[in-house]
């Protein structure tokens, strides 16, 4: 079989995606994530009488916790597979691969395992984070002067 006509099968048994629907469906639960996040912060702030500042580190906690108790009840994948790309913000998304890294790696023991390669899938995003954090904090004091 030549590689055309390889290319050409797999071309017509590919489902196409309609990225207008997965569009409104992200926007939707992205929407709805938003406001849940609104209304714990509100309620953080009303029930706690916290200030917003911390009533915002409340949340943020509590988005890590829910994503990380739903990836570990493998709801997660499930819920991405249907919303989307609307759950992989930066904090549910990095609590997600850290704590998938976590759970895949469990039976090889604690410092081997889960301690070795806990931080595989996020490990980029830190590493990149902070080496572009300290470019632009080289660029902001070059631009704006000590």
Not at 117 to 142: C, D, E, H, P, Q
């Amino acid at each position: 079989m030549q590689k055309q006509e390889y290319k050409k099968i797999v071309d017509n048994n590919t489902p196409k995606e309609n990225y207008l629907k997965n569009a409104i469906i992200t926007f939707i639960a992205g929407g709805i994530l938003g406001a849940l996040s609104e209304l714990l912060l509100r309620g953080y702030m009303l029930w706690l009488d916290l200030p917003r500042k911390e009533s915002g580190v409340l949340v943020i906690l509590t988005l890590i916790i829910i994503a990380s108790i739903l990836t570990g009840f493998g709801i997660f994948d499930v819920l991405v597979t249907k919303l989307k790309s609307a759950l992989i913000i930066p904090i549910t998304g990095f609590a997600h691969s850290m704590t998938s890294a976590a759970l895949e790696y469990k039976h090889e023991g604690l410092v081997l395992g889960i301690g070795a390669n806990i931080f595989k899938l996020a490990g980029t995003v830190i590493l990149y984070g902070v080496v572009s954090v300290y470019f632009f904090g080289l660029i902001r004091l070059l631009v704006m002067g000590g």
